[in-house]
């Protein structure tokens, strides 16, 4: 049988707070499409939202990869901005860069990073400061409920 | 609880229709930090928030929660209302206090997303 590889890439604005979610929207309606267990469903969905608000509240622009690989579901979303000058420090709860305007709609409580950890099996995090970051998370997918080989 | 009876309890009103009255509604939570509404391993089926940008709705979406109440007579605007009837994610507004929302709830039964209550 014919291995097919899936893969989806989105585009994410910076600042552009009225669409922010949307491609997180999109991807958890991809794999609920195609019949992933629901709690899977809401932890990639999870993980993705934050790490796109993550792009749209400290960036100017990203991407957002995502694909479904044979045995895991992978998300890496890259953006040009102003870096993480100490990823240690950021993955810490309560540590905050967000402006006040991103805290008044319910982000920027320094919670995201290790939301994307609870929700990943796995986390990597690469960032330069002044050019940008990439985080990649990898969640071991349990089968689809349409079962594949 | 179905929804039509959170809907009574708060003295609430629905800002689109036709949501579901009859959803189940077996779980609740309150939280105007979005991310601790998306820091929890159980679902709750019911967020009551004071927060009304559209960030609340997309949260719901994503973190499965079914229906919103909105608290302090709050309503979100038109864009964030048609995001939610697009999601079919009803939304509730209450002149209630946070509180006094959540303790109506409570003391009709409604238990609370981390099953302490």
């Excluded at chain 2, 036709?18 to 939570?29: F, G, H, K, S, V």
């Excluded at chain 2, 391993?41 to 927060?51: C, F, N």
Aim: charged share 25%; with cysteine.
């Amino acid at each position: 049988m014919e291995k097919k590889e899936l893969m989806w890439d989105y585009e994410i604005e910076g600042k552009d707070f009225r669409n922010a979610g949307r491609v997180s929207s999109k991807v958890k309606d991809i794999l609920k499409e195609l019949g992933f267990d629901p709690d899977f469903v809401r932890r990639v969905a999870i993980a993705s939202y934050e790490a796109e608000m993550n792009v749209v509240c400290h960036a100017d622009k990203g991407t957002l990869h995502f694909a479904i690989l044979p045995q895991a579901l992978q998300i890496v979303v890259k953006d040009r901005g102003p870096g993480i000058p100490d990823i240690e420090l950021a993955m810490q709860e309560g540590y905050s860069t967000a402006p006040p305007e991103i805290r008044e709609m319910g982000f920027g409580a320094g919670m995201g990073l290790s939301n994307m950890k609870k929700n990943a099996d796995e986390l990597h995090i690469v960032s330069t400061v002044g050019q940008g970051t990439v985080v990649e998370m990898v969640m071991r997918s349990p089968r689809s409920r349409q079962g594949s080989a | 609880m179905q929804l039509f009876e959170v809907k009574e309890i708060l003295e609430a009103e629905l800002l689109w229709e036709p949501a579901d009255l009859q959803l189940e509604i077996e779980m609740a939570e309150a939280a105007d930090l979005m991310s601790d509404v998306l820091n929890r391993r159980l679902g709750g089926d019911l967020l009551i928030t004071g927060l009304i940008n559209s960030q609340v709705i997309r949260t719901a979406e994503v973190a499965d929660i079914k229906a919103i109440a909105f608290v302090r007579g709050k309503k979100p605007d038109r864009e964030a209302i048609s995001l939610a009837m697009s999601k079919g994610i009803p939304l509730l507004t209450t002149q209630l206090l946070m509180y006094e929302a959540c303790a109506r709830l409570a003391m009709k039964g409604l238990t609370g997303s981390s099953g302490t209550i």
